[in-house]
């Protein structure tokens, strides 16, 4: 008795790194967009909840979560010190401002990077990877010579920096074939 053929299906190369170029974009990157949200004050995804005192060097039995508050007090106190230390020690007369005064200036900035990144991310893989990869490495940078933290407390950090270099790069090589059989 014959059995039937199996039929075997390989997914093309091409096939596996979309895949993985989806998985990529949606875990983790789309974390930039809850961010983004509470840096607008957008009550979702846990934006709405109460400072954490952890979340700014005091104690506390709370774990921070990067909702509005703690963002908006982490802008005021630690974003922007660093930030305008930055600008003077390259020489720019600029200071930016990121209190309720002014309605949390730099915060909504750098939210609304945070969300043309992640837009781009699917209209334009690179720039959007590119434009992430930048507001990480400040973040990083930040944390290590601003807040002195020690890289090992920068998981979260370091994944992301990684997943859109990952982006970036994966993207590229398709544009290079692309352009190698024009």
Same mark, same amino acid.
């Given at each position: 008795?014959?059995?039937?053929?199996?039929? =075997?299906?390989?997914?093309?190369?091409?096939?596996?790194?979309?895949?993985?170029?989806?998985?990529?974009?949606?875990?983790?990157?789309? %974390?930039?967009?809850? +961010?983004?949200?509470?840096?607008?004050?957008?009550?979702?995804?846990?934006?709405?909840?109460?400072?954490?005192? =952890?979340?700014?060097?005091?104690?506390?039995?709370? +774990?921070?979560?990067?909702?509005?508050?703690?963002?908006? $007090?982490?802008?005021?106190? @630690?974003?922007?010190?660093?930030?305008?230390?930055?600008?003077?020690?390259?020489?720019?007369?600029?200071?930016?401002?990121?209190?309720?005064?002014?309605? *949390?200036?730099? @915060?909504?900035?750098?939210?609304?990077?945070? =969300?043309?990144?992640?837009?781009?991310?699917?209209?334009?893989?690179? %720039?959007?990877? *590119?434009?992430?990869? @930048?507001? %990480?490495?400040? $973040?990083?940078?930040?944390?290590?010579? *601003?807040?002195?933290?020690?890289?090992?407390?920068?998981?979260?950090?370091?994944?992301?920096?990684?997943?859109?270099?990952?982006? %970036?790069?994966?993207?590229?090589? $398709?544009?290079?074939?692309?352009?190698?059989?024009?």
């Amino acid at each position: 008795a014959e059995s039937a053929p199996s039929i =075997v299906i390989v997914p093309s190369k091409m096939a596996v790194k979309d895949t993985l170029l989806t998985i990529i974009k949606v875990l983790p990157l789309a %974390m930039y967009l809850r +961010v983004a949200a509470c840096k607008y004050n957008v009550p979702i995804l846990g934006c709405g909840g109460d400072l954490c005192p =952890v979340a700014i060097g005091k104690k506390g039995d709370c +774990v921070p979560t990067a909702n509005t508050a703690e963002q908006y $007090a982490w802008c005021e106190h @630690a974003w922007t010190p660093w930030a305008n230390g930055l600008l003077s020690s390259a020489g720019i007369d600029y200071s930016v401002k990121c209190s309720a005064n002014d309605g *949390f200036e730099l @915060a909504k900035i750098i939210g609304a990077i945070e =969300v043309w990144g992640y837009v781009l991310l699917w209209a334009a893989p690179q %720039m959007g990877a *590119f434009i992430l990869t @930048a507001v %990480m490495t400040g $973040a990083v940078h930040f944390h290590l010579t *601003f807040l002195k933290d020690k890289p090992e407390a920068l998981v979260v950090q370091f994944v992301l920096l990684a997943a859109s270099i990952a982006v %970036m790069v994966l993207s590229g090589d $398709a544009k290079a074939k692309k352009v190698k059989k024009a």
